[in-house]
């Protein structure tokens, strides 16, 4: 049995508020349309209440129900998770420098803040013809094997550090660096250098290289990465792109 995600409300009761959370969080991206009974075995909630708190969450907007009887999730969360400054707001002053670095690159660029022990991807553009990448906008991914995860990590506060390097590192590939020593040397290398490489930590064909968005105060806020074909360019080459980009979305975001 998978562990609950993260912020889950754990057991079967509880307040109605985290029952009605519950129902939200059943919701991923490989289950994007429930039943009833789904939404209620998922969430752990009974059929009864959850009926009662679907048609709440369906009149607020949260949730939406089609003529097929599947529940979908609404609109109008869509519009209040707009209001997350580290999110859209985010996204809003970083994009015309990501579309920049993807023009000229013609490779994926990626976006993300962290989140507790997590990433979380604000922003993905595809290049054309680019290597295959598992992210996609809003997901979230371990902080130890992707180009941005490790910039998130190097940076965050040493009891994140701990954490995370406490707990089982999930491996994606052979070269997945599980060793905590070696990602601590690792990070350690990423806050002297100013950049980050993943080379084939998360799939065999890609290599990514990541860089710091900081704040007006200097402090490290998100991360945005190149992520191409294995072989097709060396890190040090992407380094400067990286970086130059991160570096104006963070005088983007002072001024």
Known sequence: ??????????????????????????????????????????????????????????????????????????????????????????REAALPFLEDLSQITRENVQLAVREGVELVFVERIAGS???????????????????????????????????????????????????????????AAVRSNGFSISDRQVTMDALSVGAPIRDRNGAVIAAVSLVVRHRSSTPHALAPLVRTSAQAISRALSA
Not at 6 to 20: E, K, L, M, Q
Not at 51 to 67: F, I
């Open 1 to 90: 049995m998978s562990a609950p995600r993260r912020g889950r409300p754990a057991g079967p009761t509880g307040p109605v508020i985290g029952r009605a959370l519950r129902l939200l969080d059943a919701f991923d991206a490989e289950h994007r349309e429930l039943t009833l009974s789904e939404l209620s075995r998922r969430a752990e909630v009974p059929l009864s209440t959850a009926h009662r708190l679907l048609r709440e969450l369906c009149a607020w907007g949260a949730v939406e129900r089609g003529d097929d009887g599947l529940f979908r999730v609404g609109l109008r969360l869509w519009e209040l998770g707009s209001l997350a400054p580290r999110g859209p707001g985010l």
């Open 129 to 187: 013809g680019a290597v295959p990448v598992l992210t996609r906008v809003g997901s979230r991914f371990a902080l130890t094997a992707t180009g941005v995860g490790l910039v998130l990590l190097a940076h965050a506060p040493v009891e994140v550090q701990e954490e995370v390097l406490d707990r089982p590192i999930e491996r994606y590939t052979a070269r997945t660096v599980t060793d905590p020593v070696q990602l601590r040397r690792m990070l």
